[in-house]
């Protein structure tokens, strides 16, 4: 049972332009959401956050975007860069949790230069 | 500072044999957690340490075990291996105790059972 779910496994998208990464969930307990960015040979670093409470949060090109209602979430990446080119992870977190991190399957960006 | 280090780097074994994963935290945390990532699939949950208390379980077999060590280096042993368990170890360390402190990833260990 995929409580969060990301339905592109790519996306491909020209340097300069906006990418939105898209990620579903299921699981209402879901109280914290963040993004991972991981590169071939490394392991997934944090890009950034949101909680529950909040609909946006934004640092520097990157902003997430909480629908709660909808229990949906994006990744806006603007403008996006060559170097951002990576597979994105979506997880989410409840406190009951502890540190049980949910993801997704991940999405591929390809940004052409 | 040195980041999560995870050793073997590659490792390839056989139906049925036994392997010991090994992880190193960022220095000063306390908190170990171990992700497997089938190919195709986003990480998931097999356990966390904090402290060298096991904290949480994902859905894993019982061939699946771990422990911390008072300098909070982790293992991560499985026994009987079958082709499935194939994947990509990661181990993840934190700092603090609350659910929300950010999780740092090691680079992995490759799993491959022939």
């Known amino acids: 049972d995929q409580q969060v779910k990301q339905n592109s496994p790519s996306l491909s998208v020209q340097e300069g332009r906006i990418s939105i990464l898209n990620c579903d969930y299921t699981?209402?307990?879901?109280?914290?959401f963040l993004w991972y960015k991981k590169y071939p040979a490394e392991g997934p670093t944090f890009l950034i956050s949101?909680?529950?409470?909040?609909d946006k949060n934004e640092d520097g090109r990157f902003t997430v975007f909480l629908n709660k209602s909808a229990k949906h979430l994006s990744l806006h990446i603007v403008p996006s860069q060559p170097g951002d080119s990576a597979v994105y992870f979506c997880?989410?977190?409840?406190?009951?949790?502890?540190?049980?991190?949910?993801f997704g399957k991940g999405t591929l960006l390809t940004v052409n230069p | 500072d040195a980041g999560v280090t995870q050793s073997p780097t590659h490792l390839i074994k056989t139906r049925g044999q036994q392997v010991t994963l090994r992880c190193s935290p960022i220095?000063?945390?306390?908190?170990v957690s171990w992700y497997q990532q089938v190919l195709g699939q986003g990480p998931q949950f097999i356990f966390q340490?904090?402290?060298?208390?096991?904290?949480g379980r994902g859905n894993f077999p019982d061939r699946f075990s771990a422990r911390q060590f008072p300098n909070y280096s982790s293992e991560l042993n499985v026994n009987a291996l079958l082709l499935g368990d194939s994947a990509l170890y990661l181990c993840?360390?934190?700092?603090?105790?609350?659910?929300?402190?950010?999780?740092?990833f090691g680079p992995g260990t490759r799993l491959t059972v022939l």
């Open positions: 220095s000063g945390h306390k908190s």
């Open positions: 949101i909680s529950s409470i909040k």
């Open positions: 340490y904090y402290e060298k208390e096991e904290r």
């Open positions: 997880a989410a977190i409840w406190g009951g949790s502890n540190y049980k991190l949910t």
């Open positions: 993840a360390s934190s700092a603090g105790t609350g659910a929300y402190n950010e999780q740092f």
């Open positions: 699981n209402s307990m879901f109280d914290y």
